[in-house]
């Protein structure tokens, strides 16, 4: 890092320091003369006229449906379409979304045009997903969804490519940061980007343009929006230790000022592991935005990074033990911060110049920024961090001079409505409903008496003003944001996904431990030596570990869902895992797949000999004849059932290896994949499905529906494993890689290439999860099995 680039860099900050200190002396001026009072007084008198006029047209009939808590998602959007409000909901929505991320200004006919094609085609799909969908989660929400939408658009790779990074970056998240908002920031600013792009190329891009932009807009999206949870949120956090900060900072300050990502050094602390990683992740999203800048807005990208860089950490090294911090040092740093991080997006995605957006986008920023510290204040008085909120209720008892924030606060509001946007009636109405909405939401989350504590902690020099605030958020306005009920809803999603995750991983912990104490075969007194010797080699291959996928789904399928005993199936539970594991010391010979390891240990060919091996294969499936035979407590025509059952599906899975042998060294059809992939896999997952349904006496319907899924579950299974085998490690996979290439064995990934494979994958993932959907119990383990299945690392 040389002295010129410093000194070019100081000079971006101080430029852009000075003109946000311009900005903040006007605000200054407004708050001390309190002109923004009888501005909004009179805004606020218009808005009300507004609101009472839109509640009179109401039809009676909708006022008399109750309206449903606005966490419940799809009941809300009903009844906001039922009451006639969904309209007037999504137009102030998209307008605000038009305003605040894509800087528009709503006096612009063309910018009109385009929120009504957006409200119309958002509002079409609300009702129609709502219509279809009575579960918590949000289509769009979901893989399936967001998969869907990518099929649509043609960038299913760019799709799986992000999925997989989220991912990977919630795997790496410590937990002494807020896991679930920092991947909701990391997502809405992929999101923001994609809507920047989406704006930029109009309704004439053709399909493949189009395409290659919302490709590059997500990979683009990604590696700026790392920048929250690895740069702001971790900086921000007790994760790392001071000399940690001050090193990962140093790092990130000589990227901007050279273009290139120094090596981070010997690292020696406790959180090098993380380092090296978020290292590793920055690097190639720098190097990515870098590559993809234009000449004309490379600089401009640099310096609007070092710009909101260097804000944030000003921001971050004040201390709320220093009470000498002046009006300036607490509120111009904030203006740049805020302001540049939306700023840096048209120079992310190369934009061409438009100076309105820059400018509205400038004095705009404050105004989310100060609406977000009043939202978080008691957070933040509890973690010590410095905001205007808690400085000022820590301070102003003694420092007279201290700007009260929530009058700057207003006074935003009324500069934004009458000297940015030009008294747009517009987009006063669209700022003051937001306003109120904060307010309400605040009220909501604390209470009404620490609500009111609050508020009267920062009015009591505005008294008239703030009982006129106040009426307005204690009426039942529409001041409803459909960016807030998403914002609720994906917080409520990650946090679910993350709680049930942990109860699958502990179920799965928990009967795979109970399912192990079961499976070793016993050695009676007296047996022939032989007989003692395939025992041995089948307790061999049984007590190699293994996932125990099929007789955990059996567990799960049979206690939870349909309440039969534990005791009572445990035969069926044994019997599952002995015809798996048979099968794979079949497919091990070396007639056949020619296997030398498997679950990390050498094979049982390779211990004893193929005689051995196949004798055993032999038995562990006469084994499992018997256990079936044992199954106490259950009508015996139901066991017949079962049992002619898993004859045919055993003799099924014989067929599919037959057919996958005889394709050896042939250029298979997806067809002919799916065929032979559904009876090596699918069939076992079918089993540990059916076999249960069929003991409980489960209808036909409800067991055709169970085999469609596992149908679709078991290939996306053999994909996977295909993509492990080209692409994996024999360290986690438990046996080596690259056998099938060995082996001349048509996979998905040789017939398809691993991005054609994992397009597959995702495919038959989402025909499983829709008929998941359709089953009479639709099990929360099934649909983290599909995920873990597809996500596995082995």
């Not at 970056?169 to 997502?187: C, F, G, Q, T, Y």
Request: hydrophobic share 40%; net charge neutral.
């Amino acid at each position: 890092m040389n002295e010129e680039n410093t000194h070019q860099a100081d000079l971006w900050y101080r430029l852009a320091e000075r003109k946000a200190a311009q900005y903040f002396a006007s605000l200054n001026e407004q708050v001390k003369e309190r002109t923004y009072v009888p501005a909004l007084t009179k805004d606020f008198q218009l808005w009300k006229k507004s609101h009472m006029g839109r509640k009179s047209l109401l039809p009676i009939i909708s006022q008399a449906i109750r309206k449903p808590d606005s966490r419940d998602y799809h009941n809300y959007i009903r009844w906001l379409n039922h009451t006639g409000k969904l309209d007037g909901y999504l137009d102030r929505s998209v307008s605000y979304i038009y305003m605040r991320d894509l800087g528009k200004s709503l006096k612009d006919p063309a910018t009109q045009t385009r929120i009504q094609q957006v409200v119309a085609d958002v509002k079409r799909y609300l009702i129609r997903s709502t219509a279809a969908n009575g579960g918590v989660e949000p289509e769009f929400m979901s893989l399936v969804g967001l998969y869907g939408w990518a099929r649509k658009e043609g960038i299913e790779t760019s799709i799986i490519w992000v999925i997989e990074k989220l991912k990977s970056v919630s795997a790496h998240i410590p937990k002494e940061m807020d896991a679930e908002n920092s991947l909701r920031k990391l997502i809405k600013i992929i999101t923001g980007v994609v809507l920047h792009v989406i704006e930029e190329m109009g309704d004439h891009t053709s399909p493949e343009e189009r395409a290659s932009r919302l490709d590059e807009a997500i990979r683009l999206g990604y590696s700026y929006g790392l920048t929250y949870p690895f740069i702001d949120d971790l900086l921000d956090s007790p994760v790392l230790t001071v000399r940690e900060k001050e090193q990962y900072g140093r790092m990130i300050r000589t990227s901007l000022l050279t273009g290139v990502v120094p090596e981070p050094g010997k690292l020696a602390g406790p959180n090098k592991e993380l380092i090296r990683y978020v290292h590793t992740e920055l690097r190639d999203a720098y190097v990515y935005i870098k590559k993809h800048q234009q000449p004309e807005t490379q600089r401009l990208f640099f310096e609007q990074s070092y710009i909101f860089f260097h804000a944030q950490d000003m921001d971050r090294i004040k201390e709320l033990s220093n009470p000498n911090y002046t009006n300036e040092e607490l509120y111009v740093p904030v203006i740049l911060k805020s302001a540049f991080s939306r700023l840096i997006v048209r120079s992310v995605i190369h934009a061409a110049a438009d100076e309105g957006f820059d400018q509205r986008t400038f004095y705009y920023g404050i105004y989310n920024q100060l609406a977000d510290d009043f939202a978080d204040m008691f957070e933040d008085m509890k973690a010590g961090a410095v905001t205007p909120f808690t400085y000022y209720l820590t301070y102003s008892g003694q420092r007279p001079d201290l700007i009260n924030p929530f009058e700057l606060y207003w006074t935003v509001i009324s500069h934004l409505i009458h000297h940015v946007y030009d008294d747009d009636a517009k987009t006063r109405e669209v700022i003051l409903d937001r306003a109120v909405n904060g307010l309400k939401r605040c009220r909501q989350r604390v209470g009404a008496e620490t609500y009111n504590e609050i508020v009267g902690a920062f009015t009591s020099g505005i008294p008239a003003f703030n009982r006129l605030v106040q009426q307005m958020v204690g009426r039942e306005a529409d001041v409803s944001f459909f960016d807030k009920l998403l914002r609720d809803q994906m917080v409520t999603v990650l946090k679910n996904e993350r709680i049930e995750k942990q109860q699958f991983l502990e179920k799965v912990k928990t009967v795979r431990e109970q399912i192990d104490r079961l499976l070793l075969i016993p050695k009676q007194d007296g047996i022939p030596p032989m007989k003692e010797a395939i025992i041995d080699a089948a307790n061999y291959s049984l007590d190699g570990g293994g996932k125990r996928l099929r007789p955990i789904l059996a567990w799960v399928m049979g206690v939870e869902e349909y309440g039969l005993q534990a005791a009572a199936i445990a035969p069926l539970l044994r019997s599952v895992e002995y015809m798996h594991t048979a099968s794979l010391i079949f497919d091990d010979l070396p007639s056949q797949d020619n296997a030398t390891v498997r679950r990390g240990r050498p094979t049982l060919h390779e211990v004893h000999d193929s005689a051995t091996a196949e004798l055993t294969g032999l038995f562990l499936i006469q084994k499992a004849v018997e256990e079936q035979a044992s199954l106490d407590g259950f009508e015996p025509k139901v066991v017949m059932s079962l049992m002619q059952y898993s004859s045919q599906k055993a003799g099924d899975m014989c067929a599919g290896q037959a057919m996958d042998l005889q394709s050896k060294g042939k250029v298979l059809t997806l067809e002919q994949l799916n065929g032979i992939c559904f009876y090596k896999t699918g069939i076992a997952f079918e089993a540990s499905l059916v076999m249960p349904a069929i003991l409980a006496k489960a209808e036909a319907e409800e067991i055709a529906g169970l085999k469609r899924f596992a149908y679709h579950t078991g290939i996306a299974f053999q994909i996977k494993d295909d993509l492990l085998d080209a692409e994996g490690d024999v360290h986690v996979l438990g046996k080596p890689a690259g056998k099938d290439i060995d082996n001349s064995t048509s996979t998905f990934v040789t017939v398809l290439g691993r991005e054609g494979a994992k397009k597959e994958m995702w495919e038959h993932y989402c025909l499983a999860m829709n008929e998941l959907k359709k089953l009479p119990r639709n099990p929360v383990f099934l649909k983290h099995l599909l995920t873990y299945i597809i996500s596995r690392d082995n």
